[in-house]
């Protein structure tokens, strides 16, 4: 049809183009009168169709000049219409009308003034139009007579021009004929309108059909809205092209709601598919359709199709990564692709709806909240809350705050999300900036680690993908965070600006003079922020050459004024920043990536200013020994990193032997003339043979001495210019000596070997057994000479443990026997001198805290006091109540792991105390974790040479029990402070955390993945003691017919390997349990730690799969529970398996956990000593033990009710000292902790029970029911427990979780009973005749504890009360429900005791009888209403029953 159109109007236009030559030849012939109306261009023909519209008013054009209009539209639309209606051919005169027109129209240029608008015509006046018209065509649409043939050919012209390309004089013909039908006072028949038009979209091509569609809103009557929206939504689903214009006409149309969903959800499944240019109108229409009802259903629907990784091109993501440094430089984030700008566009149309519309921005937050794993979050939730916070109108900023945090600490948002967000959506997040700043700083504030960790990438991302301005805006907020004074805000914000140096030295070098400004702020600062600070100084002012000089000379200035201080503080300060200072100067670019690679080579100038400070550092701290300690410390750390420039190590190491030599060494004399406090001794010394000509560290007489001069002479600047020898700085400058002599000979320590086999000027040390004899100077000195002996030994093993020469294994072997000798003395020691304060040995911290020390006098107070208590408690109260008192007043640590000579006979002496070394941890040296492979060694042969180097004797050296106890007591703590096993471990911000950071200065240098790759290494060795820990009480229950408490053991053996025994398994807990095992990265080093221990149960001959590797580790680990000899080593063996079983998806291991639990349970617990367990370590172990029995038995109710129904009736048929037959760990002391936890987890299980609904089928109504009942019988079992077990705390547990418990019921259980009640009776009777019994016991122990007037008991009543009453009714609500109302009737509960004997007043004691009244105030008794159902009310439930029942007969 097109085509024959097309064809028809060739040949049509080229008789016009004819008929107008003809024409003008005429005119030429004609004369000059026909020239002038040529001129004008007037149309003056016969036709009806020109004579009408002349008459009407409307003078026709030729070419290029518009129709005139005479008179008014209206008017020339009324004179026309009359003449049309008064012709004398009328109706045919229409007829007529019309193919006048179409012959006219036949010429494309009189068509396009038909269709353009008219000018106005006057006489006096040009042409050119005065005010708009409307064109010719859309004035004869505006008469009813003529509309509808004026409309069909019109729809009929429109083909022709379809295919037509851009015409000379750039007019759309299409177009403009579209433009016609629009805004029609009134349409004579829309519906065959509606008609043509979606014929006319269904042929024609994209663009005519993209204009038509935005037309018909204005083209269409409402009538027709939701018919044309119905043909769009068919049509949006087959042409996505046409995506935009077919929302821009739906949003303009009034549809019916029903409609208006149908809409969107067809325009929500094509949401996947859209082209990203149409992105923003789509979801523009989405939100604008949104209603409250709908809101959330919509946005969980739009956030779940909404891709934005599909937004992303491949070569952005790839340019991405190069972007960093080119934002490094300062470039701004520039609009680079039509794809970010209509990512922006998006955000923007989400923006200006979460501002104007609260519904919508209330529906983005429930539906981010109702996401509840990391794998389900994407990109749009973390940059909806960034527009939903910058937006604060319609959603309070500390929502947000709080959503995002809740998310991150449940890892549900991770890092990786947030790196995506400004990696490939940095134009977006950029708009956002002023939210990324307020939120990072609130993130950073945060108490849990890992929304402090997730502010701070915030902030680095900020900086490194932003322009200069939010980089200027990072660092400011960082320096602010800085001088907050809180601990943890002050160390993430340092560690920050650490990795942004390292990163990007030279965009931050531009800011250094923000950070300089943290200077002033120092006195506030702990030594480990410090140097934090000065290496980001130093780093900024040496990594840019001339540039960093303004700085470098304000740290000069600071650091000269700081060494000059004679307070310690200020010094110290001095010390390190002038060695962080002289790192920086001799940094080797070379060497090391982190530094700079701008930085040039150290010339002459640097070096001489670098040995400059490190000689005036030196000078300003040779005559305080901290001072001088803190000094060899901070050397030993910079020469350990490696980077040093050649000349500076050769400077450091030149001098270093030779002052070792001459402060600490001396030559090994046989006869010592005593001239010092204590007997001089040389002790320990490994090479024997060498007596003759040996060297020995001067230890005994160099502490006499400084503390000599120390008592003298008091005041430093007396000191004069001699340099203060002191054993204080011993260890750390033996420590910078290693170092240096590492580095170098690569490793090589044979220029210092003899140092680890070279006696100790002590003293006799037989003198530890009569210390108390000796006066308090000789005690203290002591006390001194065996911590410095004890640093040095354990800084001895950090230099020598990495040498693989068999006989310097042996020996080192053999300092760690020294060193758990020296501690066995020591704690003697220390405990006869009460007050004493050890010497420093980490110089890097500030220990706020001494160690406790109780004087003798206070322990036989405290002994007296609790004899008196247990007198008291024996003469009051009943039997039970009296034994189970003994639960809130427990032995202390008897349970405890032995760290040392702590338990013995002596406890008994009157004022004798022994200290835990634990305590002192502080003031030893910390070890390296190299000292670790220590625990690789076996039997080490140690070879004696006679003088002629043969061999003499052969020693068998190995690690004993001690030392192996010693090394996995120290790996423990290492990995429990690197390896977090929960990201939301809290920050105490208001406490010095500096105590717990103490000893840890080497681990911190690493990472978490490095020291859990360490750990790895060493899973073998710890499995091999594992299992030599599991033979040993294998064996020795072999011998003893599985008793492990037989007299004539071994006790002190005993007792140190079930401490290795659970330090063992404390440590594979502790590494399994890290939660950087759950990034991906770390899935490798997981899956090699699983390989070992899998491979110890059964070597594998292929490589086996993630889920295989659990299996069989998880059936390695169960081998141990048959040998496991302490209670928390039971405890620490469920959690690890829990902890393997958690990565794996075998459902057996639920099953097979409760089994292990509950064999534990079943175990007695007997020390070696032949005592049975006891104290609130193991009552807190007893406790966990029972909560994961409980958690992973298949039914929690069936195993309470075995508990209470059987173990507790055994117990108490027993003894006084007796247990349960079935469950051996129930006593009378550990009842508490078993009926605190049953109560606990029943209160737990009952609320998983689903409330009833009355949709739930028969089924499901008696399996709840069923589990009601079991429920309700388990309660009862608990509650009447109470009448035996009588004891204050046994009370407490059950007033508070009884409440808890009716609590559920009401709330899950009334509606089920609602539902149940017709058809399941007599259930629904025994579960409420068994629950009434328990709550007039609850009720009874109300007025018990009134009675008493005990406050922590009576806290609970009235809350306890409430429900009970609130019960009663509810009762009464479910009958009459249920028609049954006239079963029940109320009456006044008497108060009784837990015995059940009535409560009488005073009054009525007197009278011996009367009247049934209250001890408790009267308003209180009228509270007491409770269901006195009873039997009387039971009776008639019954009745009421077999009633309905004979009527549903009848």
């Known amino acids: 049809m097109v085509a024959k159109r097309r064809l028809s109007k060739s040949a049509d236009d080229d008789m016009v183009i004819a008929k107008d030559q003809s024409t003008a030849k005429k005119s030429k012939i004609g004369g000059r009168k026909r020239i002038a109306s040529a001129e004008e261009g007037e149309v003056d023909d016969d036709t009806v169709f020109v004579q009408l519209l002349k008459t009407a008013g409307v003078i026709l054009k030729y070419g290029n000049l518009p129709n005139k209009l005479t008179l008014d539209q209206a008017i020339f639309q009324k004179k026309l219409y009359q003449s049309l209606r008064k012709h004398a051919r009328y109706p045919n005169v229409v007829q007529e009308f019309i193919r ?33 018209q409307e064109s010719l065509i859309k004035l004869l649409l505006g008469i009813e007579i003529l509309q509808p043939p004026v409309m069909n050919m019109l729809f009929e012209k429109i083909p022709e021009f379809m295919y037509d390309g851009v015409p000379e004089d750039g007019i759309n013909l299409p177009r403009l004929i579209i433009n016609q039908f629009k805004w029609l006072d009134r349409i004579v028949d829309s519906k065959d309108l509606t008609n043509k038009v979606l014929q006319l979209i269904s042929v024609a091509p994209l663009e005519i059909q993209c204009d038509i569609i935005t037309s018909l809103p204005e083209i269409l009557e409402d009538a027709q809205h939701n018919e044309i929206a119905k043909e769009l939504n068919s049509l949006l689903q087959q042409n996505t092209h046409l995506t935009v214009s077919i929302l821009d006409a739906l949003s303009s149309l009034n549809l019916r709601a029903e409609l208006l969903v149908e809409v969107r959800h067809s325009v929500m499944s094509t949401l996947s598919a859209v082209k990203l240019d149409d992105l923003p109108v789509v979801v523009k229409f989405i939100l604008h359709a949104i209603t409250t009802a709908d809101a959330m259903e919509v946005i969980r629907e739009l956030r779940k199709n909404l891709e934005l990784e599909s937004c992303v091109l491949p070569c952005q993501l790839q340019a991405s990564q190069g972007k960093q440094n080119q934002i490094a430089k300062g470039t701004s984030v520039s609009r680079e692709n039509g794809s970010n700008d209509c990512v922006a566009i998006m955000f923007d149309v989400i923006k200006a709806a979460v501002r104007f519309q609260k519904v919508t921005a209330e529906a983005w937050i429930k539906a981010i909240e109702s996401v509840d794993s990391a794998a389900e979050h994407k990109v749009i939730d973390l940059l909806v809350l960034l527009i939903l916070h910058s937006a604060g109108a319609s959603i309070s900023k500390k929502q947000v705050e709080k959503l995002l945090r809740s998310k991150i600490r449940l890892d549900q948002i991770r890092d990786q999300l947030l790196q995506v967000a400004f990696r490939s959506h940095a134009l977006v997040v950029r708009e ?23 502010g701070s990438q915030m902030y680095k991302y900020a900086f490194m993908m932003f322009d200069s301005y939010c980089q200027q805006e990072v660092v400011g907020a960082l320096v602010t965070h800085v001088c907050s004074g809180f601990t ?67 740290m000069h200035i600071i650091i000269r004024k700081q060494l000059s201080s004679t307070i310690s503080k200020y010094k110290r300060i001095g010390i390190i920043g002038a060695v962080m200072m002289v790192g920086s100067m001799a940094c080797d670019g070379s060497k090391v990536d982190t530094c700079s690679s701008d930085l040039p080579a150290m010339s002459k100038e640097s070096f001489r200013q670098a040995t400059a400070l490190l000689e005036l550092v030196r000078s300003c701290s040779e005559h305080s020994p901290e001072a001088a300690a803190l000094y060899y410390d901070e050397m030993a750390n910079l020469v350990q990193k490696g980077n040093l420039d050649p000349q500076v190590q050769e400077l450091i190491g030149r001098s270093v032997l030779d002052d070792f030599q001459e402060d600490f060494v001396v030559d090994l004399i046989p006869d010592i003339a005593d001239k010092y406090l204590l007997p001089l001794k040389c002790m320990f010394n490994l090479d024997e043979e060498e007596s003759e000509g040996g060297i020995v560290i001067n230890l005994l007489p160099l502490l006499s001495n400084s503390l000599t001069n120390a008592s003298i002479d008091g005041k430093p600047s007396k000191q004069g210019a001699k340099k203060c020898v002191s054993p204080v700085s011993l260890a750390s400058f033996f420590r910078l000596l290693r170092l240096c002599e590492e580095v170098q000979h690569d490793g090589n320590l044979e220029e210092i070997d003899a140092l680890l086999g070279c006696p100790l000027h002590l003293t006799n040390l037989e003198l530890v057994e009569k210390v108390e004899s000796l006066s308090k100077p000789e005690r203290e000195l ?44 020591l704690e003697k020691c220390i405990t006869a001198t009460p007050g004493y304060v050890p010497p420093l040995a980490n110089f890097d911290s500030e220990i706020t805290e001494v160690p406790p020390t109780i004087a003798p006098a206070a322990v036989a107070k405290k002994r007296n006091k609790d004899l008196k208590g247990k007198r008291k408690q024996k003469s009051e109260g009943s039997k039970n109540s009296s034994t189970d008192s003994s639960q809130t007043e427990e032995p202390s640590e008897e349970s405890q792991m032995p760290t040392g000579n702590t338990q013995g006979k002596e406890n008994n002496e009157e004022g004798k105390v022994f200290v835990n070394l634990a305590n ?46 010693f090394l996995l007591e120290d790996l423990s703590r290492k990995l429990d402070y690197m390896l977090v096993a929960n990201v939301t471990k809290k920050i105490l911000f208001l406490k010095v955390k500096g105590d717990r950071d103490v000893g840890f200065s080497h681990l911190r240098q690493m990472t978490p993945q490095q020291l859990a790759q360490f750990t790895l290494k060493l899973l073998n060795p710890l499995c091999n003691h594992l299992e030599n820990a599991h033979n040993f009480f294998q064996a020795l229950m072999a011998e003893n017919n599985g ?29 399994f349990a890290w939660c950087g095992f759950a990034q991906n990265e770390n899935r490798k080093l997981l899956k090699s730690a699983l390989d070992v221990l899998a491979n110890r149960l059964k070597a594998g001959d292929g490589e086996l799969g993630m889920e295989e590797l659990f299996r069989q580790t998880f059936r390695y680990l169960q081998n141990f529970q048959n040998t496991i000899p302490r209670c928390a080593s039971a405890v620490t063996l469920t959690q690890l398996l829990i902890v393997i079983s958690s990565r794996s998806s075998d459902s057996q291991c639920k099953e097979k956990i409760a089994t292990i ?50 173990g507790v009736p055994e117990l108490m048929n027993s003894t006084k000292e007796g247990n349960s037959r079935t469950f051996p760990t129930l006593t009378r002391q550990t009842f508490l902790v078993f009926y605190r936890v049953m109560m606990r987890e029943l209160d737990s299980s009952v609320k998983e029970i689903p409330s009833g609904t009355q949709s739930d089928s028969a089924e499901v109504q008696i399996e709840k029911l069923l589990r009601w009942n079991l429920a309700v019988r388990d309660f009862h079992i608990l509650v009447n427990l109470v009448k035996v077990f009588d004891s204050r705390p046994v009370l407490g547990v059950c007033l508070k979780h009884g409440r808890l418990f009716i609590e559920s019921f009401l709330k899950q259980g009334m509606p089920l009973l609602d539902y149940s009640f017709k058809k399941h009776r007599d259930d629904v009777h025994s579960l409420l005749k068994t629950l009434q019994l328990s709550t007039r016991q609850l009720h009874h122990m109300c007025g018990h504890s009134k009675i008493n007037q005990d406050t922590n008991l009576t806290n609970h009543v009235p809350l306890l009360k409430k429900l009970l009453e609130l019960f009663v009714y509810r009762v009464k609500a479910m009958l009459t429900i249920n028609k049954c109302q006239e079963a029940f009737w109320l009456g006044n509960l008497k108060n009784r005791d837990l015995q059940g004997e009535e409560i009488l007043t005073q009054q009525s004691q007197e009278e011996s009888g ?37 009527s549903d007969t009848d």
């Open 432 to 454: 956002y900036f002023p939210s990324v700043l307020s939120l990072a700083q609130t993130l950073l504030r945060s108490p849990d680690i890992s929304v402090v960790s997730f």
């Open 782 to 825: 002591l006390c001194s000479l065996l911590f410095h002996a004890i640093n040095w030994f354990r800084e001895v093993v950090n230099g020598f443990c990495k040498l693989q020469d068999i006989e310097m294994k042996g020996k080192v072997l053999l300092r760690l026997q020294n060193i758990t000798q020296l501690q066995g003395l």
């Open 100 to 132: 006048g027109m179409e012959s006219y129209i036949e010429n494309r240029d009189k068509f396009r003034n038909c269709l353009l608008p008219c000018g106005q015509y006057q006489e006096g006046e040009s042409s050119n139009t005065v005010n708009y």
């Open 1410 to 1446: 009367g009247d049934e009244a209250s001890q408790l105030p009267e308003d209180d008794m009228e509270e007491e209403v409770e269901e006195e159902e009873n039997d009387e009310c039971e009776s008639k439930i019954r009745k009421a029953t077999r009633d309905d029942e004979d």
């Open 920 to 965: 002192y941890r502080a003031y030893f040296r910390e070890l390296d974790i190299n000292v670790f492979f220590a625990l690789q060694s076996g039997l080490v042969t140690k070879s004696q040479l006679d003088s002629e180097l043969h061999t003499k004797v052969t020693e068998v050296v190995q690690l004993g029990s001690a030392e192996l106890m």
């Open 488 to 554: 943890a805000e002050v160390d993430i914000s340092l560690d920050v600006l650490t990795d942004l140096v390292s990163q990007s030295s030279s965009a931050m070098a531009i800011y250094a003079i923000f950070v300089k400004g943290i200077l002033d702020y120092m006195d506030n600062l702990s030594p480990q922020q410090i140097r934090k600070l000065f290496f980001i100084l130093s780093t900024l002012a040496f990594s840019r050459g001339l540039e960093g000089s303004h700085i470098q000379d304000d």
């Open 1043 to 1071: 008793v492990v408490d037989v007299l004539g053991s071994d006790v002190k053996e005993s007792q140190r390997m079930a401490a290795c025994y659970h330090l063992l398994l404390q440590i594979l807990n502790t590494l």
């Open 1157 to 1206: 639990a509950r064999g534990f349970l079943c175990q007695s617990w007997i020390l070696p000593t032949g005592e049975k367990e006891k104290g609130n370590k193991y009552n807190e172990a007893l406790d966990t033990l029972l909560c994961i029995y409980l958690k992973h038995t298949d039914d929690v109710l069936k195993s309470v009710e075995e508990i209470a129904g059987v």
